[in-house]
């Protein structure tokens, strides 16, 4: 998949497309009619739209940029985190993908991953570093050594936010940036929540370490669900007629709820954890390595975690069984999913070798056994 001069590697990316349509096809059908603000199932048009502008499968575009770019030794950036009102807690959904795609990234590249986000959820964030097996240390140890994670703290302010933004790409110049459920201002700079506040006073200012990625040329990928969350601005016209605008998003801004942040490449997923864990699928698939994408088991040690940790289901403001409203056992549902796309293209297990079998069987034989059968079922 690292190169299209292959033969036999070309073959790879056409059958890395097919499984890429199969999750995206997954991720993109909506459980819910519609939120408080839109009274329609949204998702279906944000991937509409996303799937227009970049054509192949978004989930097989992220995972074979992530792939060409990113070397033994290379850092990863991932950039998470929405502090949801009125609860003002952090969600459930972004810190469980980013540290299960940390540990894709680690297991299957070798790659280093720090994980920016607020303050608030970085004090959160050991614990579920800890579930998927790994020690979180400071950038230099986790640069030297396997099966750590490093953390970055991403500020509220915005000078401080501009400072940051260059110094964290000067010292770990990454690959590849990933934003999976992360806040995005609109074009007046005023971020939003789900529901139409004003949230930018506790958001933390991630449009100057994209601005500062831009300029570098560095990659950037960018998962969400909603409309309002950083990459979405690739799709800023559908969004804004989709999202409410000035009096009816319940913001005095007047300019509506849609981000006006762009990514190279932009994954529109029903919950954006789901997103992280489809890329984690075929990164394994590509790599031949089972193991790289994450069990039920491992994400219902993450889950668990993120629950004792404090992160909150966003529709009940609790610690809860539940992320964006979806019992846990349909996220543990959509792994197992994922974990069998991959073990059928990995594993060569009983079930694929009967699949041999029954394609490769004689045809005038098994023609004869269904004429045979007839007789008998005619006989009775």
């Not at 059958?15 to 603000?37: A, W, Y």
């Not at 050991?126 to 579930?131: H, N, R, T, V």
């Not at 940036?177 to 006073?201: L, M, Q």
Request: charged share 25%; hydrophobic share 40%; proline share 5%.
């Amino acid at each position: 998949m690292r190169s299209d001069k292959n033969e036999g590697v070309e073959m790879e990316n056409q059958e890395m497309k097919n499984v890429g349509e199969i999750l995206d096809r997954l991720l993109s059908v909506p459980i819910f009619t519609g939120s408080s603000l839109t009274k329609r199932p949204t998702l279906i048009e944000l991937y509409q739209a996303a799937r227009e502008k970049f054509e192949d499968p978004l989930t097989y575009l992220a995972a074979r940029e992530i792939l060409n770019r990113t070397k033994t030794g290379d850092t990863v950036l991932i950039i998470t985190g929405f502090i949801v009102p009125p609860w003002l807690r952090p969600e459930h959904d972004g810190p469980v993908g980013a540290v299960t795609l940390s540990r894709a990234l680690n297991l299957g590249l070798d790659a280093t991953p720090v994980i920016a986000a607020e303050r608030q959820l970085i004090d959160r964030l050991p614990p579920l570093a800890q579930a998927c097996g790994f020690d979180v240390e400071g950038y230099e140890i986790a640069k030297a050594y396997p099966r750590r994670i490093a953390l970055e703290e991403l500020p509220l302010d915005e000078n401080s936010a501009r400072d940051w933004a260059r110094r964290v790409l000067d010292r770990t110049a990454p690959s590849v940036i990933i934003t999976i459920e992360k806040a995005s201002p609109n074009e007046k700079g005023v971020y939003h929540s789900g529901v139409g506040y004003d949230v930018t006073p506790i958001e933390g200012k991630v449009q100057y370490v994209m601005e500062e990625a831009r300029s570098r040329g560095i990659y950037t990928i960018g998962i969400g669900d909603g409309g309002n969350e950083v990459g979405m601005g690739c799709i800023k016209d559908t969004v804004k007629t989709i999202l409410p605008t000035g009096s009816r998003c319940g913001c005095p801004c007047g300019a509506g709820t849609h981000s006006d942040i762009s990514t190279d490449l932009l994954l529109v997923a029903m919950v954006s954890n789901w997103g992280a864990y489809a890329i984690e699928a075929l990164l394994a698939i590509a790599l031949g390595k089972t193991e790289v994408m994450h069990d039920r088991a491992l994400e219902d040690l993450v889950f668990n975690a993120s629950i004792t940790a404090g992160f909150i289901d966003p529709a009940a403001g609790f610690s809860m069984d539940s992320g964006d409203a979806i019992d846990k056992q349909v996220h543990l549902a959509i792994v197992d999913i994922m974990k069998f796309i991959v073990k059928s293209r990995v594993e060569d297990g009983i079930y694929i070798e009967k699949y041999k079998q029954y394609v490769s069987a004689e045809r005038h034989k098994v023609q004869r056994s269904i004429e045979q059968w007839a007789e008998k079922m005619e006989a009775r």
